[in-house]
């Protein structure tokens, strides 16, 4: 173990008294000097392994590979951030650079650790570790198609509503609204993970094949085949995240339709009693009901009957 923040496997540098794994996370100056050291090439920078270019991100020189990659910081389902990481991967040595936690590397610490059936060689210790990504990132996957299920079925499967059930239903709609849009947040997180495991399991298995007498090849070309599936599933998740947002949103807007149509409803009911209530309260001495008994009661039901009579017709209509 050479310091806090790097750690190397096997530990106590192995039967060959070098280390197979290094593992920096957040590394000082001097670790990656440490680092630098045993394993011969320079060590990239938190810049370095955020940059984008594919020139950037995989690079081979002197039989050594220099890969990065984004990856998904969190548990399924829990928060986090896209955080990079990044692989330097010689024939005898494998150095994991970042800046998070990453539960692949902590398996495979474990793996380490207890001794048999741990890898046994850097290109071994690599595989392993792009192996436990991806079945990281079909957790992550899966728990998000779990949670987009359960809103679907809640939203589509859900009786109608009236009265104050339906604006409760609204304002959990708004609220499922948003947590479809966090789901597709991470959903395209997801997408760039995969995107950079792609990447960097197809550039190892090409300049990797002669490596240990070729066979990790099978194991890399079926990461390769795994990593195409999570990538079809993944725009799956994505169209469903598109499917499930314009649908609640046509709902709200559906929603506030009948608001609104409600809103007409009274607004125009009460023009005609107003319109005759208008009549009857002008101040004119000569009116046919000015002096009549029954002017009060009939002035009372004509109100009532032009009040009555449009709500029969926006009925008649389906308006309600």
């Given at each position: 173990?050479?310091?806090?923040?790097?750690?190397?496997?096997?530990?106590?540098?192995?039967?060959?008294?070098?280390?197979?794994?290094?593992?920096?996370?957040?590394?000082?100056?001097?670790?990656?000097a440490e680092a630098e050291r045993v394993v011969g090439v320079p060590m990239p920078s938190r810049a370095g392994l955020s940059e984008i270019e594919t020139s950037s991100r995989l690079r081979s020189r002197d039989g050594v590979l220099s890969m990065s990659m984004p990856t998904i910081n969190h548990d399924p389902g829990g928060p986090g951030e896209v955080l990079p990481v990044g692989f330097v991967l010689s024939s005898s040595h494998l150095v994991t650079i970042r800046f998070g936690r990453l539960r692949a590397a902590e398996a495979l610490a474990a793996r380490f650790e207890e001794g048999a059936g741990g890898p046994t060689c850097s290109l071994d210790a690599f595989v392993e570790l792009c192996d436990d990504i991806v079945d990281v990132l079909a957790d992550v996957l899966e728990h998000t198609a779990g949670e987009l299920k359960t809103i679907s079925t809640?939203?589509?499967?859900?009786?109608?509503?009236?009265?104050?059930?339906?604006?409760?239903?609204?304002?959990?709609?708004?609220?499922?609204?948003?947590?479809?849009?966090?789901?597709?947040?991470?959903?395209?997180?997801?997408?760039?993970?995969?995107?950079?495991?792609?990447?960097?399991?197809?550039?190892?298995?090409?300049?990797?094949?002669?490596?240990?007498?070729?066979?990790?090849?099978?194991?890399?070309?079926?990461?390769?085949?795994?990593?195409?599936?999570?990538?079809?599933y993944q725009t799956h998740l994505e169209d469903k995240v598109q499917f499930l947002v314009d649908a609640m949103v046509g709902l709200i807007g559906m929603a506030q339709n009948d608001i609104f149509k409600i809103l007409t409803i009274v607004s125009i009911v009460g023009?005609?009693?107003?319109?005759?209530?208008?009549?009857?309260?002008?101040?004119?001495?000569?009116?046919?009901?000015?002096?009549?008994?029954?002017?009060?009661?009939?002035?009372?039901?004509?109100?009532?009957?032009?009040?009555?009579i449009p709500l029969i017709w926006f009925k008649l209509r389906g308006w309600f």
């Open positions: 173990m050479v310091s806090r923040m790097l750690k190397s496997f096997p530990a106590g540098d192995g039967a060959s008294g070098q280390p197979i794994w290094l593992d920096l996370h957040d590394p000082t100056a001097e670790e990656l809640a939203l589509f499967r859900a009786g109608e509503t009236e009265g104050p059930e339906a604006i409760r239903s609204n304002r959990m709609m708004r609220g499922k609204l948003h947590l479809v849009g966090r789901l597709g947040d991470r959903t395209s997180e997801a997408r760039d993970a995969l995107l950079g495991i792609g990447r960097v399991v197809d550039f190892a298995c090409e300049l990797t094949a002669s490596w240990a007498d070729g066979q990790f090849e099978p194991h890399l070309r079926s990461l390769r085949q795994d990593v195409a599936s999570l990538d079809d023009i005609p009693p107003t319109l005759v209530a208008g009549i009857y309260g002008m101040n004119f001495h000569i009116m046919p009901e000015l002096s009549w008994a029954w002017g009060y009661p009939y002035g009372l039901a004509v109100i009532a009957l032009s009040g009555v």
